[in-house]
């Protein structure tokens, strides 16, 4: 992630040395950097606001929709809880395939999803996503998308001193950043493997990551937005995951 870190400052210095402004071009840079050393508590916070925004700007599943009675019966073995922090599950209605999890326990599972998995292939899901927060890759993902968002520039005209308190429209944008940035092809490996991990300790069925990633493989034309767009592509995935079952491990 560091990688995509220094490319995003390349970028934001290219962007302000066409505008003959190389004050904002150090601005820019700076705050990059600082996006590289966000605490915890800074993830968090930042996740806090871009979950409430993406929430406000997405059609949410009240507790009596079918799609949240349901979600609430799959996850009931679930962690209730991520590195800390309260796990808030909620739905969103809409036809996308895609689930995601943030460092503050914001954990969101698109309808489209649901209508394409069955309960064991969304917990191998939600596992994974759970797998992300819980190895660090969550974070490094923030920090990512506050390097390339309006969030840097809120941060330099703040004096650099806190994170800035956040329009709901740039929390929103930094939420964005957030979902659409790709994970590496070893912490898509690792989350999947952490998935399997968890769902062997809570004593609940594996097979689902399997026909979970068999599924997005097919709907992709073999690769792996979100959770197609991931690396190594679907079809690898499911034949790992069927690989460990096989083993017994």
């Known amino acids: 992630m560091l990688t995509g870190l220094v490319a995003a400052m390349a970028l934001a210095g290219c962007k302000t040395m066409d505008a003959g402004n190389l004050g904002g071009l150090m601005d820019s840079g700076s705050t990059a950097m600082k996006a590289m050393t966000l605490t915890d508590g800074d993830v968090v916070a930042l996740s806090d606001e871009s979950c409430a925004a993406l929430d406000k700007q997405n059609k949410l599943a009240p507790a009596n929709n079918k799609y949240s009675q349901r979600l609430a019966k799959v996850v009931a073995k679930m962690p209730q809880d991520v590195e800390g922090k309260k796990a808030d599950y909620k739905v969103y209605l809409t036809s996308d395939v895609n689930a995601w999890a943030m460092a503050n326990g914001c954990i969101r599972v ?122 190594p592509p679907s079809e690898a995935r499911a034949k790992a995951m069927q690989a460990r079952l096989d083993s017994g491990k």
């Open 110 to 231: 698109y309808s489209g999803l649901m209508d394409l998995m069955n309960d064991d292939e969304l917990r191998g899901v939600i596992g994974h996503e759970i797998g992300h927060v819980a190895l660090g890759h969550s974070k490094r993902r923030m920090q990512t998308a506050y390097a390339t968002s309006a969030a840097r520039q809120i941060a330099a005209s703040s004096g650099n001193a806190t994170l800035a308190s956040l329009s709901t429209s740039q929390a929103g944008e930094l939420g964005e950043k957030f979902i659409h940035a790709q994970f590496s092809q070893a912490n898509e490996s690792a989350a999947d493997n952490y998935s399997f991990d968890l769902l062997t300790k809570q004593k609940m069925e594996r097979k689902g990551l399997v026909t979970a990633f068999e599924k997005l493989a097919k709907l992709s034309g073999g690769g792996g937005g979100s959770l197609m767009a991931s690396h």
